[in-house]
């Protein structure tokens, strides 16, 4: 017979939504996926879309994302969401490199300029998360979904806004696994926004 009491088993259940909802909703999950929405707004082409698409989610996305497993599996750091703030160095160095190489050919091959805001936006805000990480650990998982929202929003229209629901699912179940304070998801949906749709706005 389980000794859980009713409170118990809310805890867990809350503890295993906010796991699944971490995991699905990463910041490399999400920019995976919001070069190849941006590539379709601004080409309309399934083949544009993929081949323009897919240059910023592989050097943005999935490159770093195998460093950081690598790193992870190699005890180099905690766990693939580097939730100790020392070991984000490497990753954070990583990401810039690969995602200005991405840069060099979008602007090298033509890209549309859309994608080029897009990557340009991505790599300031990193700059920005990474300058506030070097003091206090901002959280990487709501700065990323609340850029995404404004992204989208200024992209397909107003009625995107509806997607900051995720952010704010994002950044609850950041806090309820206890890998960031309020201060700091609520920071990093500010930086997110702010920064990211400014610098995507101002190129446009």
């Given at each position: 017979m389980s000794n859980m009491t009713p409170h118990d088993t809310r805890n867990a259940n809350a503890r295993g939504t906010a796991r699944i909802i971490t995991e699905v909703l990463a910041p490399w999950v999400i920019v995976l996926t919001l070069p190849l929405a941006v590539a379709w707004a601004a080409t309309r082409s399934l083949a544009s879309t993929l081949g323009w698409g897919l240059?910023?989610?592989?050097t943005s996305s999935i490159i770093p994302m195998g460093v950081i497993v690598w790193g992870a599996k190699t005890g180099r750091w905690d766990s693939h969401h580097v939730r100790n703030r020392a070991g984000r160095l490497?990753?954070?160095?990583a990401l810039i490199v690969s995602s200005?190489?991405?840069?060099?050919?979008?602007?090298?091959?033509?890209a549309p300029w859309m994608l080029i805001a897009l990557d340009v936006a991505m790599l300031v805000s990193l700059f920005a998360t990474g300058a506030i990480t070097a003091k206090w650990k901002i959280s990487m998982h709501s700065a990323v979904a609340a850029g995404a929202v404004v992204i989208l929003a200024l992209v397909f229209g107003p009625l995107w806004w509806i997607a900051a629901s995720a952010v704010v699912a994002i950044s609850w179940s950041r806090v309820e696994l206890g890998d960031h304070t309020a201060a700091q998801v609520a920071v990093g949906v500010?930086?997110?926004?702010?920064?990211?749709?400014?610098?995507?706005?101002?190129?446009l």
């Open positions: 240059i910023v989610s592989l490497v990753p954070f160095i200005g190489l991405g840069l060099a050919l979008l602007l090298v091959l033509g500010a930086v997110g926004a702010v920064v990211g749709g400014t610098v995507f706005i101002a190129m």
